[in-house]
């Protein structure tokens, strides 16, 4: 399980999913999209992915299933 932020979330799942940068997601092969928020500043965006990231491996799984029970890609959804 991968958390990030960016301002270019399809830019970033591309590098993700084509491995351009060697790292924790290209190691592991993370390259599915399983839960996302948008944020207008940056600041707030930084501090909700620390609250994650300090959060239980069981937490995350919660937060993730909790709109996404089925673990789909959701790249596909801001593609499609």
Known sequence: M???VTS??????Y???NK???GFSSKYGVD???YYEEYNDIKQAIEREKQ??????K???MLIEQINP?????YTNLVG
């Open 2 to 4: 991968y958390t990030g």
């Open 8 to 13: 270019d979330l399809l830019k970033r799942i």
């Open 15 to 17: 590098e993700h999913k």
């Open 20 to 22: 351009i940068f060697e």
């Open 32 to 34: 599915k999209l399983g």
């Open 52 to 57: 994650i990231k300090a959060g239980s491996r």
């Open 59 to 61: 937490k995350k799984i």
């Open 70 to 74: 089925n673990w789909d890609d959701l």
